[in-house]
């Protein structure tokens, strides 16, 4: 469907200025639904990395504070066993 100074044609003649505006709002709706959809696609994509980002930097966090903890009781443990006097 060519488009000539904004109106469209046929190939039986040109669309009245009603039908060409119809046609012009209605791709205008197609192209909108299709950038709405895009945008939300990317906004999912971007919040479900965003989730697994945190989740991963609280997964590394925990893992490190779990091994500080262990580290430290191995190192209380150590300690005491060296202060045990056993000589008698």
Do not use: C, H, W
């Not at 003649?13 to 909108?32: D, F, P, T, V, W």
């Not at 490190?64 to 006097?85: E, G, N, P, T, Y």
């Amino acid at each position: 469907m060519p488009t000539i100074n904004g109106r469209f044609y046929s190939a039986f003649g040109k669309y009245s200025a009603y039908q060409s505006l119809a046609i012009q709002r209605a791709r205008m709706s197609e192209a909108n639904d299709r950038s709405y959809s895009a945008v939300s696609t990317l906004t999912s994509a971007f919040s479900d990395a965003s989730v697994s980002l945190s989740q991963g930097l609280a997964s590394l966090a925990a893992k490190a504070a779990v091994k500080r903890m262990s580290d430290d009781a191995a190192a209380k443990a150590k300690a005491q066993f060296a202060s045990l006097d056993i000589s008698t």
